[in-house]
């Protein structure tokens, strides 16, 4: 999973563009839905409004503006959970956590804020990883350095890229 928000477009699509997933990869990102169906065709993805969305291997979901969390381990359905951003990682990351246990791995984009960082602690409290994006790639440093001493990494966007075609998340 991805929690993204200010000037981080650019480093999904440098990190997901034409690579394909062999896990589903949901992007929690702070877009307008007006701009959401747009950028998701950059990186091909599905973009999911409001209803919720059965989880398939392979795809990447852009769930944009309102918040979402994990029904069950295959499902993800919209949530009236009130927080102080839409959609909210911290709502996505944690009810993930609950599912997939030391499975989940979290990834933390550029962004203003700290939208991530509790859901950060929940995966890692499960047993799961966090990634986070370095100060050089982060166009705003707020999300990555609020999940400082949580992230098990931080790493520039070649960096996340080869991680996660070391632990099989591309073919």
């Known amino acids: 999973m991805v929690g993204a928000s200010s000037g981080s477009p650019k480093s999904i699509i440098e990190i997901f563009a034409d690579r394909k997933p062999k896990v589903p990869i949901i992007i929690c990102l702070h877009i307008h839905e007006q701009f959401a169906e747009s950028f998701a065709q950059r990186i091909f993805a599905e973009v999911v409004y409001p209803g919720g969305k059965v989880i ?11 918040n979402f969390i994990f029904a069950s381990k295959n499902l993800i359905k919209d949530t009236e959970t009130e927080s102080t951003f839409y959609p909210s990682v911290d709502l996505l990351f944690s009810s993930a956590a609950k599912f997939y246990g030391n499975r989940t791995l979290g990834i933390i984009l ?6 991530g960082m509790e859901g950060s602690k929940e995966i890692k409290r499960m047993g799961g990883k966090v990634l986070a994006q370095d100060k050089k790639d982060a166009v705003v440093w707020g999300m990555p350095a609020a999940v400082k001493g949580i992230a098990d990494a931080y790493l520039s966007n070649a960096e996340i890229i080869l991680k996660l075609k070391e632990w099989g998340v591309f073919e």
């Open 110 to 115: 550029s962004g203003m804020g700290k939208d």
């Open 56 to 66: 398939s291997v392979g795809k990447y979901l852009l769930y944009p503006s309102k």
